[in-house]
């Protein structure tokens, strides 16, 4: 048997088939593990396309942009940290499934038989239901998936909270004639996403509407849908969206009388205590007035502005880290996946404005400058390595103490003076920036005590 082949890139045409799932057998068979391409690697970059062409079309189609920018960072920041454990166990992962299928494979399927792909296809969408179902039904369970469900939006970026790339173009399709009766169209998922209390634990289907059908979970749409969860988490901070249900259960667990009691706060639905049904009582749950309006802040344009740069760069740094993957030591992954996550909470804090906002993006500045001076990081444009060098919280005064010009006796070299007149340089005119950019009450008044 010869070397298998690497994975090859996808044509422009396969690209735009893949985010509809119009893909044919012989395109995504392949006779080894190594040949099967990284789809969400290869998907990317359609998919902020199709993000990009939302935002055109409800600019033209509504008059306004389809979601809200705090809301939409979330949703990606809620992406970024999904893939990150994947950079230390997807190997796991992968030898685990060999092993069971080197040792527990009931039978060979042939890889380039068609009947094999529609076969699994099968499998796979009926399996993919009744896991969706246990991660609405199942409370331990419900705590990882109500990420994807706490959005009050609903647009291409609220797939990214799940890190799916399932594409229901909402904006534009309203119903699809007799499609309705077999796919899961954007009508049905629509109202998976819902909290009206006729949405609540529907529609869980991945491409199939007919398993919700065969299984009595399937819903029509005959309302307007809210989105979003029940109890509202009013947070745009990621860790607490995805991690907040947890401490729920946490709270709830101990409270609970009786040992049988706590393992069904645990494996039964988010809904249930003491006394009722398995998936709660329906009627407990709020009712949707119409009247409800999504969590927001009102954060200036400015630092708007300043927040979606800082995610620009940390994206930047995110991609080079799974470029990179395969070389970089396992320290330097968990500076890097530390870094990033300091980033996206730190983000999540000027967006909500809080009090503490301006003092951790300074740990987070200096953070950033010391990894880079580490070379755990590095510039993904070299041409600003100097603009890297930049602390934009620090005075030039705090920095001639910390990086003096001259020290007693001893006078620098020519080219080290020059790096340290230019890095006060840059403080100067960076930290003038940031406090105009950061213009919040809070963060203006806590620059200014430097």
Request: aromatic share 16%; hydrophobic share 40%.
């Amino acid at each position: 048997m010869g070397t298998p082949e690497a994975p090859k890139d996808i044509s422009l045409s396969q690209g735009i088939r893949m985010m509809f799932y119009v893909m044919k057998p012989n395109e995504t068979s392949f006779p080894s593990l190594e040949e099967v391409p990284d789809y969400v690697k290869q998907a990317t970059p359609f998919f902020i396309s199709l993000m990009l062409l939302e935002l055109v079309l409800s600019w033209i189609l509504k008059g306004k942009l389809a979601g809200r920018i705090d809301d939409a960072l979330t949703s990606i920041s809620a992406g970024v940290l999904s893939r990150l454990p994947t950079l230390f166990f997807r190997s796991i992962e992968l030898s685990t499934y060999i092993y069971v299928w080197e040792n527990y494979r009931v039978f060979n399927l042939p890889w380039d038989s068609p009947w094999t792909w529609y076969l699994t296809f099968l499998g796979v969408d009926l399996g993919y239901y009744w896991f969706h179902r246990m991660a609405h039904e199942v409370n331990i369970m419900w705590a990882a998936h109500q990420t994807h469900h706490s959005s009050e939006d609903y647009n291409l970026s609220t797939a990214l909270r799940q890190s799916a790339f399932q594409t229901y173009t909402s904006w534009v399709i309203e119903h699809l004639g007799p499609l309705e009766l077999i796919l899961n169209t954007p009508s049905h998922h629509r109202v998976h996403h819902g909290r009206n209390r006729y949405c609540i634990d529907k529609n869980f289907a991945g491409t199939l509407i007919i398993w919700d059908r065969i299984f009595g979970t399937f819903e029509a749409e005959n309302e307007k849908v809210s989105y979003g969860l029940t109890h509202p988490i009013n947070t745009f901070e990621p860790l607490k969206v995805q991690f907040h249900h947890l401490h729920y259960i946490w709270t709830t667990f101990w409270i609970t009388p009786g040992f049988w009691n706590k393992l069904s706060v645990l494996f039964k639905g988010p809904g249930w205590s003491p006394g009722k049904p398995r998936l709660g009582l329906l009627e407990e749950i709020p009712e949707v007035t119409g009247k409800e309006v999504p969590y927001a802040t009102h954060v200036s344009g400015s630092l708007q502005l300043y927040a979606l740069v800082q995610f620009a760069l940390m994206l930047g740094f995110y991609e080079d880290t799974f470029a990179d993957k395969g070389v970089l030591s396992q320290a330097t992954l968990l500076l890097r996946s530390g870094y990033i996550i300091l980033t996206l909470t730190s983000i999540g804090f000027l967006m909500e404005q809080r009090t503490r906002a301006a003092i951790l993006e300074t740990i987070r500045c200096a953070v950033f400058l010391v990894l880079y001076w580490l070379h755990y990081l590095k510039p993904f444009i070299p041409s600003w390595a100097y603009a890297f060098e930049v602390m934009d919280f620090y005075p030039s005064k705090r920095v001639t103490t910390y990086f003096p010009v001259e020290s007693g006796h001893h006078k620098s070299s020519g080219t080290e003076l020059k790096r340290k007149k230019n890095l006060q340089n840059f403080l100067k005119v960076i930290r003038i920036t940031f406090t105009y950019q950061c213009d919040s009450e809070n963060i203006s008044t806590w620059m200014a005590t430097f």
